[in-house]
């Protein structure tokens, strides 16, 4: 996310670090590569205009030249700017007073309507919402299906009445169904085209007069560019939306659409899509974006994920664990779960202040070879899984063939858990020596 469009903000803002003091022409030449910059990440024109003209005019104020660290004033206003040309306030879904709150998706095909209908539901399911989700897409071939399999999986309803009802009436047949049964949320997926025409909007101005929504919410695939801008505009026009849900923002895109729609259309990015699974998924928080963007990190959507995977008496178990070095196999398996309920490791890397995002392109957490530690660990018996010292050849070879895997990938397994227990021993000053944070002063961070 946003990987191209750091590296060539960063490179630029570098330009002012080198200058112990600056000129009013050497801030209008380092923003000629801001505005490059942004240009190549899509981001449209308009915005660009604005986005540079207001961090020239502030730059070259008092407060910058004059200022003994320059530079730093200056990457402070470009993040201040950032955040407010994305929306300064985070917002959030806004929630019917007298339930159900009805939420009507739209956007064009392909665009991941049906899954986000699924991910949003599933987020608020988990905050204590009860959920339904209506199929009113009649015309794309198996879109009912789909929905249907979306819901199953994550185990909320979905009320369908096939394809030959129209898509008004079954809005309406959807929402009355939620009063009777007590949901307090309602999804509607409604149908997309492969380009705007009259016929769909039409079809989407009746079904928002008949269930009146609470939300609107436009679906939009980041990876179009500016098309994304385009449509979030029309769709504005013509259904006065409320809210954007950028989708495909883990895919190769250069991150212009999130700087551009919410300038264009003056509606917030509500949601943004970080990946397939139904759990990738973020509430966008304008000021976390703009702290990505500039590589400065986002250090609390990360603590939000280890909050959200990790257990908390696990986490308290595992720390004394590591304090008494008694931290065995089993324990090693179950973090190793929990840390693949986080998602991909290039996505949590990123959000560490510092990190090398180019280095870190196209990492990703091996879901083979996660699934062959899980394998070789289950083979043991508890005996071994707690004391990986009686673990001899013998032991070896029936592990490996239990588990399917070679004697090698034992071999490596129990080399790697071994390092990594004499690593927590110089850590928490295991072993009655004290470590680098001291005895007993290790606390994991989840």
């Given at each position: 996310m946003f990987?191209s469009l750091t590296?060539?903000?960063?490179g630029?803002?570098?330009?002012?670090r080198?200058?112990?003091?600056?000129?009013?022409?050497?801030?209008?030449?380092?923003?000629?590569?801001?505005?490059?910059?942004?240009?190549?990440?899509?981001?449209?024109?308009?915005?660009?205009?604005?986005?540079?003209?207001?961090?020239?005019?502030?730059a070259v104020g008092?407060?910058?030249?004059e200022?003994?660290v320059?530079?730093?004033?200056?990457?402070?206003i470009?993040?201040?700017?950032?955040?407010r040309?994305?929306?300064e306030?985070s917002?959030k879904?806004?929630?019917?007073?007298?339930?159900?709150?009805?939420?009507?998706?739209?956007?064009?095909?392909g665009?991941?309507k049906?899954?986000?209908?699924?991910?949003?539901a599933?987020?608020?399911?988990?905050?204590?919402?009860?959920?339904?989700?209506?199929?009113?897409?009649?015309?794309?071939?198996?879109?009912?299906?789909?929905?249907?399999v979306?819901?199953?999986?994550?185990?909320?309803?979905?009320?369908?009445?096939?394809?030959?009802?129209?898509?008004?009436?079954?809005?309406?047949?959807?929402?009355?169904h939620?009063?009777r049964?007590?949901n307090?949320?309602?999804?509607i997926?409604?149908?997309?085209?492969?380009?705007?025409?009259e016929?769909?909007?039409?079809?989407?101005?009746?079904i928002?007069?008949?269930?009146?929504?609470?939300?609107i919410?436009?679906?939009?695939d980041?990876?179009?560019?500016?098309?994304?801008?385009?449509?979030?505009?029309?769709f504005n026009?013509l259904l006065d939306?409320?809210?954007?849900?950028?989708?495909?923002?883990?895919?190769?895109?250069?991150?212009?659409?999130?700087?551009?729609?919410r300038?264009?259309?003056?509606?917030?990015?509500?949601?943004?899509?970080?990946?397939?699974?139904?759990?990738?998924?973020?509430l966008f928080?304008?000021?976390?974006?703009?702290?990505?963007?500039?590589?400065?990190?986002?250090v609390?959507?990360?603590?939000?994920k280890?909050?959200?995977?990790?257990?908390?008496?696990?986490?308290?178990?595992?720390?004394?664990?590591?304090?008494?070095?008694?931290?065995?196999?089993?324990?090693?398996?179950?973090q190793?779960?929990?840390?693949?309920?986080?998602?991909?490791l290039d996505?949590?890397?990123?959000?560490?202040?510092?990190?090398?995002?180019?280095?870190?392109?196209?990492?990703?957490?091996?879901?083979?070879?996660?699934?062959r530690?899980?394998?070789?660990?289950?083979?043991?018996?508890?005996?071994?899984?707690?004391?990986?010292?009686?673990?001899?050849?013998?032991?070896?070879?029936?592990?490996?063939?239990?588990?399917?895997?070679?004697?090698?990938d034992?071999?490596r397994?129990?080399k790697?858990?071994?390092?990594?227990?004499?690593l927590m021993k110089q850590?928490?000053?295991?072993g009655g020596?004290r470590?680098?944070?001291?005895?007993g002063?290790?606390?994991?961070?989840?």
């Amino acid at each position: 996310m946003f990987q191209s469009l750091t590296e060539k903000l960063t490179g630029a803002l570098k330009r002012f670090r080198n200058k112990g003091k600056l000129t009013e022409a050497d801030v209008k030449e380092g923003m000629r590569e801001v505005k490059l910059a942004l240009l190549e990440a899509d981001v449209n024109f308009k915005v660009v205009k604005a986005f540079v003209k207001t961090v020239t005019e502030r730059a070259v104020g008092a407060e910058v030249l004059e200022s003994l660290v320059p530079a730093q004033q200056i990457v402070k206003i470009v993040n201040e700017e950032l955040c407010r040309l994305m929306g300064e306030e985070s917002p959030k879904l806004e929630l019917a007073s007298n339930p159900p709150t009805v939420v009507m998706m739209v956007g064009l095909q392909g665009a991941g309507k049906t899954t986000h209908c699924g991910k949003i539901a599933a987020m608020y399911k988990k905050k204590g919402k009860n959920p339904l989700l209506v199929a009113c897409d009649v015309y794309r071939p198996a879109a009912i299906d789909q929905l249907h399999v979306v819901g199953d999986s994550l185990n909320i309803p979905v009320f369908s009445m096939g394809n030959k009802i129209s898509p008004v009436e079954i809005a309406k047949a959807g929402v009355e169904h939620a009063i009777r049964q007590g949901n307090d949320l309602v999804f509607i997926d409604t149908a997309g085209r492969l380009h705007i025409d009259e016929e769909l909007m039409e079809e989407l101005r009746r079904i928002k007069a008949a269930v009146n929504p609470t939300e609107i919410l436009l679906t939009v695939d980041a990876m179009t560019g500016q098309d994304a801008v385009n449509v979030a505009q029309t769709f504005n026009e013509l259904l006065d939306i409320t809210g954007v849900v950028l989708t495909k923002m883990d895919g190769d895109t250069r991150g212009g659409a999130a700087l551009s729609v919410r300038y264009i259309t003056g509606k917030p990015i509500k949601f943004v899509g970080t990946g397939e699974k139904s759990d990738q998924i973020e509430l966008f928080h304008p000021n976390r974006m703009a702290s990505r963007i500039l590589g400065m990190g986002d250090v609390l959507s990360l603590i939000e994920k280890a909050e959200e995977a990790f257990d908390e008496k696990q986490a308290k178990e595992l720390e004394r664990k590591m304090r008494e070095s008694t931290f065995t196999l089993s324990d090693y398996l179950e973090q190793s779960r929990q840390l693949r309920k986080m998602g991909n490791l290039d996505q949590i890397l990123a959000m560490m202040p510092g990190a090398n995002t180019s280095a870190l392109k196209g990492m990703s957490i091996d879901e083979k070879q996660m699934a062959r530690t899980e394998a070789i660990v289950l083979s043991m018996t508890q005996a071994e899984r707690d004391n990986p010292q009686i673990i001899n050849g013998s032991r070896r070879k029936r592990i490996a063939d239990g588990s399917g895997c070679r004697v090698e990938d034992v071999n490596r397994l129990l080399k790697q858990f071994d390092q990594m227990k004499k690593l927590m021993k110089q850590m928490t000053g295991g072993g009655g020596k004290r470590g680098m944070f001291g005895r007993g002063k290790m606390k994991i961070p989840f």
